[in-house]
């Protein structure tokens, strides 16, 4: 899978999360008008917070690499809440929740991008 296939793959699931996290939870809002912009800049953010929370955390806390998931998760809604007008994420229930639901979702893209894989045999690694 190539990397314009992977953010695409990233697009699509990153939308369909965002959108189920706004329907389960009232203090997490996205606006009709703004909610291509939020799946925009959520997608670009997650592109680089994913693989620099996996490069900081292998450095620096390989203890918790289990967690750069979690953490480049919650930093991309972080960034997006930030930057966009159109998302409201609010209060520390909605932010925890919030950041597991769109994880999961995250976690099944790259299954996906896994799956698909890029054409070329992936390589053993010892155990």
Known sequence: MNYAQRAGLVLASGAVALLVAALIFDRFTISTLGFP?????????????????ESL??????????ATGLIATWVTLLVTDMVSDGIQIEGIGTWILSTVIVWAAVIGADAVADALGDGKPKEKTAV
């Open 57 to 66: 955390v292998r450095r620096h806390a390989r203890e918790v690499y289990w």
């Open 37 to 53: 912009i939020v799946v925009v800049i959520f997608t670009l953010v997650s592109l680089v917070a994913k693989p620099l929370t």
